[in-house]
Nanobody, 123 residues
Framework: QVHVVESGGGLVQAGGSVRLSCAASGRTFSNYDMSWFRQVPEKEREFVAAISGSGGTYYADVAKGRFTIARDNAKSTVYLQMNRLKPEYTSVYYC?????????????????WGQGTQVTVSS
């Protein structure tokens, strides 16, 4: 069992930056692929970024050049640095941990999900 907890969300102005953190506990962190997804009401959950246990990174098109995912295995934490934010990025951002087979941009890979952290970008 892995427990993940997100933090760092809040209200930010358009053009600003925010860094989300996701602390994991329970198993060997480096064994897990980690990801960030987001979801707004009445829409499907959307992949944002992922980082494999070996450090390979993957981004949704919306995140490329704007977001950076990183992990600190010593701290069992994954980060999402989001820059040049737009109002349309307002969403609940979820952290997930997984060891399943498949592409890292698919939510079926991830067995453990956090409760989410709200990011609101004001115009």
């Amino acid at each position: 069992q892995v427990h993940v907890v997100e933090s760092g969300g809040g209200l930010v102005q358009a053009g600003g930056s925010v860094r989300l953190s996701c602390a994991a506990s329970g198993r060997t962190f480096s064994n897990y692929d980690m990801s960030w997804f987001r979801q707004v009401p009445e829409k499907e959950r959307e992949f944002v970024a992922a980082i494999s246990g070996s450090g390979g990174t993957y981004y949704a098109d919306v995140a490329k050049g704007r977001f950076t995912i990183a992990r600190d295995n010593a701290k069992s934490t994954v980060y999402l640095q989001m820059n040049r934010l737009k109002p349309e990025y307002t969403s609940v951002y979820y952290c997930a941990a997984g060891s399943g087979a498949g592409l890292l941009n698919t939510d079926s890979v991830y067995q453990y999900w956090g409760q989410g952290t709200q990011v609101t970008v004001s115009s």
